[in-house]
T-cell receptor, first 111, second 114 residues
Framework: DAKTTQPTSMDCAEGRAANLPCNHS???????VYWYRQIHSQGPQYIIH???NNETNEMASLIITEDRKSSTLILPHATLRDTAVYYC????????????FGQGTRLTINP | EAGVTQFPSHSVIEKGQTVTLRCDPI?????LYWYRRVMGKEIKFLLH????????ESGMPNNRFLAERTGGTYSTLKVQPAELEDSGVYFC????????????FGPGTRLTVT
């Protein structure tokens, strides 16, 4: 699986958009970009995934660069409950795959 | 729809004892995964079941860990005998077959070995 690089920590004001970057320069054509988050003491939670097109769901938007070497997770109106560790994970398309977690980005939403 | 459940939520045992963790996946999910996070480390994959078969057990640390999924429903992870370094949080996740599957995680079992 391709390795990802994320900032260790970020801060964002409540109500503003939180933009979390991820570099995955070694991603291959058969790999998706997945985002999960872990709120303190809970299990990881799936947020969104994409292959090459931008994606949006009720939780977030995912912007993937044209060369697919980086992506940005956008939480459009961050709330205090969005404070968590966010993981960017690259994993193959075919079949069910184990997730390889890195250190992630610790996002703190400030009132 | 019920999510992934894990039991117990917290277990404290002494070194050398045996502990069995249980995971009930989302109904109908063929894929079941075990992960764990030991203190200060990243979440690490342990193994993956497809129905009752072990698809990938490359993350199992040693033969003190035994995972089963009889009948392809719930799964158990037994640690025997437990060592101090086994302390951590053990997560179970499940996903359906087919497509690019997002995994749904349980709340985890916090294991403390003293």
């Amino acid at each position: 699986d391709a390795k990802t690089t994320q900032p260790t920590s970020m801060d964002c004001a409540e109500g503003r958009a939180a933009n979390l970057p991820c570099n995955h320069s070694t991603i291959s054509g058969n790999e998706y970009v997945y985002w999960y988050r872990q709120i303190h003491s809970q299990g990881p939670q799936y947020i969104i995934h994409g292959l090459k097109n931008n994606e949006t769901n009720e939780m977030a938007s995912l912007i993937i660069t044209e060369d697919r070497k980086s992506s940005t997770l956008i939480l459009p109106h961050a709330t205090l409950r969005d404070t968590a560790v966010y993981y960017c994970i690259v994993t193959a398309i075919q079949g069910a795959q184990k997730l390889v977690f890195g250190q992630g980005t610790r996002l703190t939403i400030n009132p | 729809e019920a999510g992934v459940t894990q039991f117990p939520s917290h277990s404290v045992i002494e070194k050398g004892q045996t502990v069995t963790l249980r995971c009930d996946p989302i109904s109908g999910h063929d894929n079941l995964y075990w992960y764990r996070r030991v203190m200060g480390k990243e979440i690490k994959f342990l193994l993956h079941f497809v129905k009752e078969s072990k698809q990938d057990e490359s993350g199992m640390p040693n033969n003190r860990f035994l995972a089963e999924r009889t009948g392809g429903t719930y799964s158990t992870l037994k640690v025997q005998p437990a060592e101090l370094e086994d302390s951590g949080v053990y997560f179970c996740a499940s996903s359906p077959s087919g497509g690019p599957p997002e995994q749904y995680f349980g709340p985890g079992t916090r294991l403390t070995v003293t």
